[in-house]
């Protein structure tokens, strides 16, 4: 079945906190922005706004947080960034993405890349700057796959080396 991005709706509330906790365990944040002070409904229609550049929190910027959807199941999300500011320029990228533990190493990061690529590009995103940490053999798989070309490995403000690419 075939995966597509798409924002993020009421419905996915309940498979959204339980990937949230998921990754958690690898120490990797899936719902940005989130906290548990705003309801759900509140929470997408930050996004539908950040999406806009209305409202923006703190050192983002206009941005799409975008569901992984498969036949109906949230398998993984999409962050993808219209611009980059320097936190984003040295290591966050204008594109960050998770994929759920029970959905992997069946293509989906691959897939889910190739889409926001597209949704990049659809904003007038040029060249992509896409990053991973330096022991994360599958994300780096996963951007050399789309053609991404190694510019540097960088020590993040968390102290980690963080590999740079960038997708021309
Ligand atoms: C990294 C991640 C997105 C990969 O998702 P995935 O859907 O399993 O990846 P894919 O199935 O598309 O596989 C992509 C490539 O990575 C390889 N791969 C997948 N898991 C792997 C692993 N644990 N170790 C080594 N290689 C792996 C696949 O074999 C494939 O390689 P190929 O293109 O040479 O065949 C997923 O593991 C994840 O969400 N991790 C936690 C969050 C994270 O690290 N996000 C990326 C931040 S930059």
Known sequence: MELRLRPLRAQDEESALAAQA???EDGFTFLLDFDTEISWEQYVRRWDGYRRG???????VRSAFLAADVGGELVGRAS???SLNDFLRHEGGHIGYAIRPAYRRRGYARALLGQALVVARAEGVGDVLVTCNDDNEASARVIQSHAGELEDVVVASDGRLVRRYWIR
Do not use: K, P, S
């Open 22 to 24: 998921e990754l958690r």
């Open 80 to 82: 993808v960034r219209f």
């Open 54 to 60: 209305d409202a923006l929190a703190e050192g983002y």
